[in-house]
């Protein structure tokens, strides 16, 4: 079996860099965390040198070998989902134009009980009920294209918590003090599901400790034994006329 290389992950995501060659940015010439390979970490190395080096847009998309206009479709992108706008977009339709709404609908509807697909009948019964003629590869790759939007990929609030873990993680690769197993993540994986490698256990962490149940202190465990003391003394009052009480 042919081992994986991260080039394949990062096409896979459609975040490979097809102008690799064209990235002159220093710190991106020896391999290791910075990648020219990696188009979200590119794109981000490009608008963070404009913002905190005062570099002029136009040269600091030159530095990284993009256009002028793919820096403002970053910018844009960025600063309305993070580093999830970062990510390159699927291109092309998004549908082909014999799937509409209704055949997607009566698609759905025949799925089998475990979401299996099976193209060729669904294909048929397309034709049948509707009259419409659909290639069985067309309703696979419709079919797919939906689930992918519903996976919860962006659902890592990588707008609030992507920025800041990067840049804490850069600094520490600067300073030569970066942990290997959390360095590691990005230059296997890349950038974006690097980040999302580091960022789920921290989530996961946070969940658990909303919903640990939280231990009283012991004035509250005090104040309770006093109340229920005193309810109970109340309650023999009434039952025995105030002749037992503890």
Not at 198 to 223: D, E, G, N
Request: glycine residues 8%; hydrophobic residues 40%.
């Amino acid at each position: 079996m042919t081992k994986e290389s991260k080039p394949d992950r990062l096409r896979q995501m459609g975040a490979l860099n097809p102008k690799a060659e064209g990235v002159r940015a220093p710190w991106f010439r020896e391999a290791g965390f910075f990648d020219p390979l990696d188009l979200v970490q590119v794109k981000y190395e490009m608008l963070r040198h404009a913002r905190e080096e005062g570099t002029n847009k136009a040269d600091a998309a030159a530095l990284f070998g993009l256009s002028r206009q793919t820096y403002y479709q970053a910018e844009a992108a960025f600063e309305r989902d993070g580093m999830s706008g970062l990510l390159p977009r699927t291109r092309g339709p998004k549908s082909a134009h014999k799937l509409t709404g209704e055949v997607m609908r009566l698609v759905e509807e025949h799925l089998d009980a475990n979401g299996q697909l099976q193209a060729r009948s669904l294909a048929d019964l397309v034709h049948a009920r509707l009259g419409i003629s659909v290639h069985p590869r067309s309703i696979e790759r419709a079919v797919a294209r939906k689930k992918n939007d519903e996976e919860p990929t962006h659902a890592i609030a990588m707008s609030e918590s992507g920025k800041d873990v990067y840049e804490a993680l850069r600094a520490d690769v600067i300073c030569g003090t970066a942990c290997a197993r959390r360095m590691g993540a990005i230059v296997f994986h890349g950038l974006w599901r690097g980040l999302a490698v580091l960022i789920a256990p921290h989530q996961s962490a946070v969940a658990r400790q909303q919903s640990a149940p939280r231990f009283k202190t012991t004035s509250m465990v005090a104040h309770d034994r006093q109340l229920v003391h005193m309810l109970a003394n109340m309650v023999l009052a009434a039952e025995t006329g105030g002749s037992h009480v503890y």
